[in-house]
């Protein structure tokens, strides 16, 4: 059991910046990715972000593709979101989410049933 837990949340002016981390209680093994989706009121989840555990390889969605940065601390078992130049669309619940690699992160998101593993969320309000 992999427990998740996400936190650098808040409220910015647009143009801000915010690093959300997502600390694991056992890091998954070289099998799996650990990633960002987030979920605006009223709009799909989307699938941001994803580090690979094993090789480091990683993914951005277009929307935050040039602006946002995912990194990995495998000696505390931390996986990082860096956002800068946030927009008001980057506005939503932020969730940390560790699953295994043979399935994409956009395939995760859309799932109704939630995948693998994911932390409480983080809110993320950015205001113009």
């Known amino acids: 059991q992999v427990q998740l837990v996400e936190s650098g949340g808040g409220s910015v002016q647009a143009g801000e910046s915010l690093t959300l981390s997502c600390a694991a209680s056992?890091?998954?093994?070289?099998?799996?990715?650990m990633g960002w989706i987030r979920q605006a009121p009223g709009r799909k989840r989307e699938g941001v972000a994803r580090?690979?555990?094993?090789?480091?390889?990683?993914y951005y969605a277009d929307s935050v593709k040039g602006r946002f940065t995912i990194s990995r601390d495998n000696a505390n078992n931390t996986v990082y979101l860096q956002m800068n130049s946030l927009k008001p669309e980057d506005t939503a619940m932020y969730y940390c989410?560790?699953?295994?690699?043979?399935?994409?992160?956009?395939?995760?998101?859309?799932?109704?049933?939630?995948?693998?593993?994911w932390g409480q969320g983080t809110q993320v309000t950015v205001s113009s």
């Open positions: 056992t890091y998954p093994d070289s099998r799996n990715c």
């Open positions: 580090i690979s555990i094993g090789g480091g390889t990683r």
């Open positions: 989410v560790a699953y295994p690699s043979h399935l994409s992160l956009n395939t995760v998101a859309a799932t109704p049933s939630r995948l693998g593993y």
